[in-house]
């Protein structure tokens, strides 16, 4: 079961950090413009289930090595990433 309440807070917080930094860092922009579908939905507290397929710009954040000098973005969309699944 998702927490709704505690999704839209770090959907909130993603789409924040990402917000600030993607006039000056593309990767932020790419990655909001992938995330910013399911962010809309977790905001507005409509995702019931978790996703049955990867959470959209992961190898952005852990394989492409896009985000390292940006750790709030590695831990905020860890923490979206977590509470989504279900807090698993």
């Not at 950090?17 to 809309?40: F, M, T, Y």
């Not at 939905?41 to 896009?66: C, E, F, H, L, N």
């Not at 390292?68 to 969309?77: L, R």
Request: glycine content about 8%; proline content about 7%.
């Amino acid at each position: 079961m998702i927490d709704q309440e505690a999704l839209c807070l770090k959907a909130s917080r993603l789409r924040k950090i990402l917000g600030d930094l993607s006039p000056s860092v593309e990767a932020a922009r790419a990655l909001l413009g992938e995330l910013n579908p399911l962010l809309k939905k977790a905001i507005s507290k409509q995702v019931t289930v978790p996703p049955d397929r990867q959470i959209p710009g992961g190898y952005m954040v852990w394989s492409d090595g896009a985000f390292h000098e940006f750790p709030e973005v590695e831990e905020a969309y860890a923490q979206f990433q977590n509470q989504i699944l279900g807090g698993r």
